[in-house]
């Protein structure tokens, strides 16, 4: 085993950790830092080789997760992008599945596109949906129409024509034009970004990814240099949105992939931890600083989504920004520890927005003045202020006391303690909410289902969510706080390709998929850089006449769709005729295993708790309350509630009425 590390950038914290030749695990945190999160990351990496005496050349691997591409179409702050298109499809990002998000909403408000009707070009030139050519590029009027987007400053292009997934030609030949007169554009062609069918779909892929190249690019360049020059030999790599890892290089090209980075290797550990339980159907949840992401794990495996779409409008399906690519099926909400409360309409509202790491709750000392859940929770005596993020931030509770006091309270006519609960249970109701839609909604009964809490805020809050939702097993994992850093080196190092290609199902010629499938390992490899090690082979499947399809192995195809598609609907039509859509390849590398490993205990047994005052509704307020050190448990010890254990990374709280044991690995196991 070599020494590999891993570095998550969140929109409060940075985690890291470090895993040795001996397996070991090292972890750190630091509050990310704006404008530019590569500060923090670098001062932990720094800190944290130099406390475990491991030097840069004995570190093989780096893996990062980052929110940079979310934030950057968030905050829609990337200029000089433009869109090329077929003639007499200008209008299709504004147009879109002409679908109203909230059909009975006579003041909807539509999100407007990410590129401006302005900052599109259309281009003479059409295909047919066989990849014939209808009418070819005319080149002349190709070269006046980059001339202009030269002189109106476009520096990154999307170039998205009709059924160019079927026929690159004009794109490519298109691209070529522009790196002959515009040399220093970026290009982003939808045939290699998204080739698949559905023109919106692609476009809005196309365009994202042309919105984050500039911004990606330059970032992990810098990033890359630092590390080199730290003499860091390895390979960086960066999380994709589809829960595998890829290298610096591929991602600096097609950054669309990386746009739900940092959310998705929760997922990846929650999974390990299911497993290590006994406990292959799960929900993974994670609650940080600034949001709480929650995933569908089922038969050991996340769940994934090949179109999703960024930033919902209160989660309503049909009002986002739809992307074509592979991602992990997550729900994410705005509650996460920053989330600001205030009173509205005579009762407390809790975020989505976040005071993020700057200024950051009250408590934190840093200007913030807005009262956040993180204050709450010190007030109810939940968060140790002497040892908050190992004692790297002291935490001021009479500054978070007046803040509740002075903003939520007093407002309200209620006591500090009683509106810090209210804040407390506020959050915990919306992640019930968004719980409901990643089970129930998705065919699953909760209550069949374990929680793994991760994330510095999970486990301070997972025990009240678990028994809301009579959610029958909790797993609060050691080192929770972390979590998504150390699920960053159990990601595999893989890609993921697709090819839009109608065709029936009933009497293909195996030849015929074979040459996609062939088409599809050829990229791959030259993508990864060398033969894979496991490839996966899928296609999308729907009855004929149908508008939506189902993603199912390439192996028995007919026999797995019409299963999949009896549970999903309830019904199946064996005598109908069947086609596929899009053909899917997943290709694996061999990728180093992120080992976790049993603990012995301190020598002498457990050690005997403190105590101090928390609130709890059952006990009628403020109650005496065990507090528990983590690196203190024991296996097979249990732990009755109400009662408080800390870490360096997070505190996980157990109410009245609620016992856990520690399990092998150090998880506390609630059922």
């Known amino acids: 085993m070599t020494a590999q590390i891993a570095f998550d950038v969140g929109g409060t914290f940075t985690d890291f950790v470090l895993q040795d030749a001996e397996g070991r695990l090292h972890t750190g945190k630091r509050l990310t830092t704006y404008p530019d999160p590569s500060d923090a990351c670098l001062a932990g990496l720094d800190e944290l080789v130099r406390r475990t005496g491991i030097g840069w050349p004995e570190v093989a691997r780096a893996v990062h997760g980052t929110t940079l591409g979310s934030n950057v179409v968030i905050e829609r702050k990337a200029a000089g992008v433009g869109l090329a298109t077929t003639r007499g499809f200008r209008d299709v990002l504004g147009i879109g599945r002409q679908k109203r998000y909230q059909l009975y909403d006579l003041q909807i408000e539509k999100p407007p596109p990410l590129i401006d009707r302005t900052w599109i070009w259309e281009i003479d030139e059409r295909l047919r949906a066989d990849g014939a050519v209808h009418r070819p590029l005319d080149e002349g009027r190709a070269r006046e129409a980059i001339a202009e987007m030269v002189a109106r400053g476009v520096r990154s292009l999307a170039v998205c024509f009709l059924h160019s997934y079927a026929n690159p030609g004009h794109e490519r030949r298109f691209a070529d034009l522009v790196g002959e007169l515009a040399p220093g554009v970026e290009v982003s062609l939808s045939s290699e970004v998204a080739p698949q069918f559905r023109e919106y779909e692609?476009?809005?892929?196309?365009?994202?990814?042309?919105?984050?190249?500039?911004?990606?690019?330059?970032?992990?360049?810098?990033?890359?240099?630092?590390?080199?020059?730290?003499?860091?030999?390895?390979?960086?790599?960066?999380?994709?949105?589809?829960?595998?890892?890829?290298?610096?290089?591929?991602?600096?090209?097609?950054?669309?992939?990386?746009?739900?980075?940092?959310?998705?290797?929760?997922?990846?550990?929650?999974?390990?931890?299911?497993?290590?339980?006994?406990?292959?159907?799960?929900?993974?949840?994670?609650?940080?600083?600034?949001?709480?992401?929650?995933?569908?794990?089922?038969?050991?495996?996340?769940?994934?989504?090949?179109?999703?779409?960024?930033?919902?409008?209160?989660?309503?399906?049909?009002?986002?920004?739809?992307?074509?690519?592979?991602?992990?099926?997550?729900?994410?909400?705005?509650?996460?520890?920053?989330?600001?409360?205030?009173?509205?309409?005579?009762?407390?509202?809790?975020?989505?927005?976040?005071?993020?790491?700057?200024?950051?709750?009250?408590?934190?000392?840093?200007?913030?003045?807005?009262?956040?859940?993180?204050?709450?929770?010190?007030?109810?005596?939940?968060?140790?202020?002497?040892?908050?993020?190992?004692?790297?931030?002291?935490?001021?509770?009479?500054?978070?006391?007046?803040?509740?006091?002075?903003?939520?309270?007093?407002?309200?006519?209620?006591?500090?303690?009683?509106?810090?609960?209210?804040?407390?249970?506020?959050?915990?109701?919306?992640?019930?909410?968004?719980?409901?839609?990643?089970?129930?909604?998705?065919?699953?009964?909760?209550?069949?289902?374990a929680l793994v809490a991760t994330g510095g805020c999970g486990p301070a809050h997972a025990a009240r969510l678990a028994l809301a939702l009579g959610i029958r097993r909790l797993i609060m994992p050691a080192s929770a706080g972390v979590a998504s850093a150390i699920g960053l080196l159990a990601a595999e190092v893989k890609f993921d390709l697709s090819r839009s290609r109608l065709a029936a199902m009933d009497g293909l010629a195996p030849e015929e998929a074979e040459a996609i499938y062939a088409d599809m390992e050829r990229e791959a490899e030259q993508v990864l850089g060398r033969r894979p090690a496991v490839l996966l082979r899928e296609v999308d499947l729907r009855y004929v006449g149908q508008g939506y399809e189902l993603t199912v192995p390439f192996e028995n195809a007919r026999e797995q769709f019409e299963r999949l598609y009896a549970r999903r609907y309830g019904m199946a039509s064996p005598g109908e005729a069947v086609e596929a859509t899009t053909w899917r390849l997943t290709a694996v590398l061999e990728t180093p295993p992120v080992v976790l490993r049993r603990i012995a205990g301190p020598p002498g047994g457990p050690a005997q708790p403190a105590s101090r005052p928390a609130y709890f509704p059952e006990c009628g307020g403020y109650a005496a309350t065990a507090v528990h050190v983590r690196d203190r448990l024991c296996p097979g010890q249990e732990i009755e509630g109400p009662a408080i254990v800390e870490e360096r990374e997070s505190t996980t709280v157990l109410p009245p009425g609620v016992a856990a044991v520690v399990d092998d690995h150090g998880s506390l196991l609630v059922s």
């Open 202 to 449: 692609r476009t809005s892929t196309t365009v994202v990814n042309a919105y984050l190249v500039r911004a990606v690019r330059e970032y992990l360049r810098g990033m890359t240099g630092h590390l080199r020059d730290r003499g860091f030999a390895g390979h960086l790599f960066i999380m994709q949105s589809s829960g595998g890892a890829a290298t610096a290089d591929t991602m600096a090209q097609l950054p669309v992939r990386m746009i739900e980075s940092g959310p998705a290797a929760g997922a990846l550990i929650a999974a390990r931890y299911g497993d290590l339980t006994g406990e292959p159907d799960l929900i993974a949840f994670d609650m940080g600083g600034t949001t709480a992401k929650l995933a569908l794990v089922t038969g050991g495996r996340p769940q994934t989504v090949d179109t999703f779409e960024l930033h919902r409008v209160r989660l309503a399906p049909g009002s986002g920004i739809p992307v074509n690519v592979r991602s992990l099926d997550l729900v994410e909400i705005g509650a996460g520890g920053g989330s600001i409360a205030r009173p509205e309409l005579g009762t407390i509202q809790v975020g989505p927005d976040s005071a993020g790491s700057v200024p950051g709750p009250v408590c934190y000392g840093l200007g913030g003045t807005e009262p956040t859940v993180t204050d709450a929770n010190l007030v109810l005596g939940y968060l140790n202020p002497d040892t908050f993020a190992g004692g790297s931030l002291r935490l001021d509770l009479e500054g978070a006391r007046r803040a509740v006091e002075e903003r939520v309270a007093r407002p309200l006519g209620m006591s500090v303690e009683e509106a810090a609960w209210g804040i407390h249970a506020l959050v915990n109701l919306n992640m019930e909410l968004a719980t409901r839609v990643v089970s129930i909604e998705r065919g699953n009964d909760p209550r069949a289902l």
